[in-house]
C-alpha cells in the first residue's frame, strides 16, 4: 500500500503564488510516475501535471503551462507544485496521485494511488 501525504494550498489572491508538496510512503517505490490533479466544484477531475520517475517526461495541462512547475525529490519520494501568476479558475482541490507503473499518462484511471487533497482558493 502507498500513502501520499499533501501539503501546502491556502488562500492566495489572483497574481499570487503558492506551492503544494506531497510525500509518498508504504512499500518500496521506484520509477513511479508522480502527477497532480484538481477538482472544481461541480466539474470533474482533472489533469494538471505529471513527472516520470526521472524527469524524462513531464506534462503540463494547456491551462497551466508557463504558470504551474512539477517537480520531484526522489531521495524522499516527494513531488511538488509551484503555482505562479495565478488566476480564480484555478480554485479547485488538488490531489497528488501516484502511477505505480511508471507510465507517462495524462489519465486519472491508470493512476494506482491518491491523496486526499488540498484546497487552493484564488480570490479576484
Known amino acids: 500500500q502507498v500513502q501520499l501525504e499533501e501539503s501546502g494550498g491556502g488562500s492566495v489572491q489572483a497574481g499570487g503564488s503558492l506551492r503544494v508538496s506531497c510525500a509518498a510512503s508504504g512499500r518500496t517505490l521506484s520509477r513511479i510516475t508522480m502527477g497532480w490533479f484538481r477538482q472544481a466544484p461541480g466539474k470533474e477531475r482533472e489533469f494538471v501535471a505529471a513527472?516520470?520517475?526521472?524527469?524524462?517526461?513531464?506534462s503540463y495541462a494547456d491551462s497551466v503551462k508557463g504558470r504551474f512547475t512539477i517537480s520531484r525529490t526522489n531521495a524522499v519520494n516527494t513531488v511538488y507544485l509551484q503555482m505562479h501568476s495565478l488566476k480564480p479558475e484555478d480554485t479547485a482541490v488538488y490531489y497528488c496521485?501516484?502511477?505505480?507503473?511508471?507510465?507517462?499518462?495524462?489519465?486519472?484511471?491508470?493512476?494506482?494511488?491518491w491523496g486526499q487533497g488540498t484546497q487552493v482558493t484564488v480570490s479576484s
Open positions: 513527472c516520470s520517475w526521472n524527469g524524462a517526461w513531464t
Open positions: 496521485a501516484v502511477d505505480a507503473s511508471g507510465r507517462w499518462s495524462r489519465d486519472p484511471h491508470e493512476y494506482d494511488y
